[in-house]
């Protein structure tokens, strides 16, 4: 005899005899404003390493131009400028950890 444990899902069987099955609910994603979008603070899109910084402050970049690799869960992902201007702030340098959201560059 082989027994199957299944969640139970709160609703009668249907005439089939099956059961529903569960639906989980959609996560919820931050709303970014339009105000952030364009406000040239470059963030961490994951918690992980910087394992290089392609720019120096006070260089110019524009927008889609790739400014940090990071590292996390040993895959390497490639952090772009939101928007063109000059990095007045670079908060990081190789080797530095950071975490979900933090800001990495300030561009102006």
Known sequence: MVRVWTPDTGSAPAPSGRRPTPRRRPPKLAQVS???A????VTAPMQGTIVKVH???GERV???????I???MKMEN?????V????VDLRVQPGDRVAGGAVLAIIR
């Not at 063109?84 to 990095?87: H, L, R, T, W």
């Open 34 to 36: 339009a105000a952030g």
């Open 38 to 41: 364009n406000s040239g603070a």
């Open 55 to 57: 720019h120096k402050a």
């Open 62 to 68: 524009t927008t889609g131009e790739p400014l940090f």
């Open 70 to 72: 990071l590292e996390a």
């Open 78 to 82: 490639e952090v772009r400028s939101p």
């Open 84 to 87: 063109d201007g000059e990095i």
